[in-house]
């Protein structure tokens, strides 16, 4: 079973920036370039919301309108992870970041509610 493991967060000043990376692995796990990656993100009182999701193969990405042109998903199969380059941050940006995975085809973006792992989550912080 995949697990995942995120890092990088922490606290910036608006407009800065941070970059997230997400660690897959596990004893059944051999390549992560069958599965589609999202990332999340939530606050307390608020659903999970998310941020950017890249295709299996790297090839089709998707980004919520809220952060669209300051953040960038990417992935590297070989290293068996998948990053969040995020830019110009904001107040609003505040949060705790999960990855997610699920298997899925080349070019296909699961639903937010068909991801079936998950990770343990980072926080991060934005000061105004």
């Known amino acids: 079973q995949v697990q995942l493991v995120e890092s990088g967060g922490g606290l910036v000043q608006a407009g800065g920036s941070l970059r997230l990376s997400c660690a897959a692995s596990?004893?059944?796990?051999?390549?992560?370039?069958?599965?589609?990656m999202g990332w999340f993100r939530q606050v307390p009182g608020k659903e999970r919301e998310l941020v950017a999701a890249?295709?299996?193969?790297?090839?089709?990405?998707s980004y919520a309108d809220s952060v669209k042109g300051r953040f960038t998903i990417s992935r590297d199969n070989a290293k068996n992870s998948v990053y969040l380059q995020m830019n110009t941050l904001k107040p609003e940006d505040t949060a705790v970041y999960y990855c997610?995975?699920?298997?899925?085809?080349?070019?296909?973006?699961?639903?937010?509610?068909?991801?079936?792992?998950w990770g343990q989550g980072t926080q991060v912080t934005v000061s105004s």
């Open positions: 890249i295709s299996s193969s790297g090839g089709v990405t």
């Open positions: 997610a995975a699920q298997w899925s085809t080349a070019w296909g973006l699961p639903r937010t509610h068909e991801y079936g792992y």
């Open positions: 596990g004893r059944t796990f051999s390549t992560l370039s069958t599965y589609a």
